[in-house]
């Protein structure tokens, strides 16, 4: 099955919007690894034990919280360097799984997007 290609115009629209959604994780991933130093310094103080404090979350929880927003921020950014690793192989827009042409809806709607909207109601 022959694939449409993109077109120049909406491969440039893809990648600025995939480099700025990228700018934008990393700027998150900043913000919570700092947090995380913050949380990380306080464990280590001399008062690490605030499990019985009431007025507000332990450190425990607030580790458990930020770990797994960074996890999710690593997450973003690793799908968005494949989705411009697609952009410069020629790959982008393409189902993994089918081979078909992914639409521009669903790219429009998931940038990083690997499966088609057939493939992706398949694999849930």
């Known amino acids: 099955m ?4 993109m077109t120049p115009a909406q491969l440039e629209r ?10 934008d994780a990393e700027a998150r991933h900043v913000e919570f690894d ?5 949380v990380r310094a306080a464990r280590a103080g001399a008062n690490a034990d605030d499990e019985h404090d009431p007025e507000g979350p332990t450190m425990t929880q607030e580790w ?18 494949r989705a411009l690793a697609r952009i410069a192989d020629g790959t982008y827009g393409v189902c993994a799984r089918c081979g078909k042409r992914i639409a521009v809806g669903r790219l429009d709607a ?13 694999a849930r």
Do not use: H, N, Y
């Open 110 to 122: 998931r940038p990083t997007a690997t499966l088609c909207i057939d493939c992706a109601r398949l």
């Open 64 to 81: 458990s919280q930020r770990t797994a927003v960074l996890a999710d921020v690593d997450g973003e950014l690793a799908d968005i360097d």
């Open 34 to 38: 700092d947090a995380m130093t913050e």
């Open 14 to 23: 893809f990648t600025a919007r995939l480099l700025a959604e990228r700018a």
């Open 2 to 5: 022959t694939v449409t290609k």
